[in-house]
């Protein structure tokens, strides 16, 4: 199986969720399931279905995070040595040079993206573009309104 890239903080925020479904989820629905079954009749007993409903929902999930956390290869990037070159991990600035625009991306593995907190996925066409490159390169990302040219303006190991 192949292994999947990750940094340690989306490696710890996947814990962190398996360790709320297992000790506080999973206990919550057992006792919603005892507690309907109760209430008689398993048939009509619509709090009994949305019980297991969100037990097989949450034991499934438990499942994915287990089996990503098993396959996860995690990069502490912090204990890379400092350069130039964008790898998996690294923080970039780059500078649109149509217009001008610096802006931030950290590269992290496909769970861990959000655009909105400039976190890009390592198989992103943007990321793809940048790893391997270094400061002063100028990379050309291909968008669906035409190519983007950037300049890598800083690399950072955060």
């Known amino acids: 199986m192949q292994k999947i890239p990750m940094t340690v903080e989306g490696a710890e925020k996947l814990r962190k969720e398996l360790d709320n479904l297992k000790k506080v ?17 398993l048939k009509e007993n619509a709090e009994y279905h949305a019980a297991r409903e ?6 499934g999930r438990i499942q994915e995070i287990e089996g990503k956390l098993g396959n996860a290869q995690i990069i502490d ?9 964008v790898i998996f991990g690294s923080t970039v600035n780059i500078i649109n040079l149509d217009n001008d625009e610096t802006v931030t991306y950290k590269i992290v593995g496909d769970d861990e993206s959000d655009v909105k907190s400039n976190k890009i996925s390592y198989q992103s066409p943007i990321a793809r573009a940048l790893i391997g490159k270094e400061i002063g390169d100028i990379v050309v990302v291909r968008t669906p309104s035409g190519d983007v040219e950037y300049e890598i303006d800083d690399v950072k190991h955060l």
Do not use: C, L, N, Y
């Open 25 to 41: 989820e999973r206990p919550r629905i057992v006792a919603a399931i005892a507690e309907a079954r109760e209430h008689g009749d």
């Open 54 to 59: 969100q037990q097989s929902f949450a034991e």
């Open 77 to 85: 990037v912090t204990k890379m040595p400092a350069g130039d070159k």
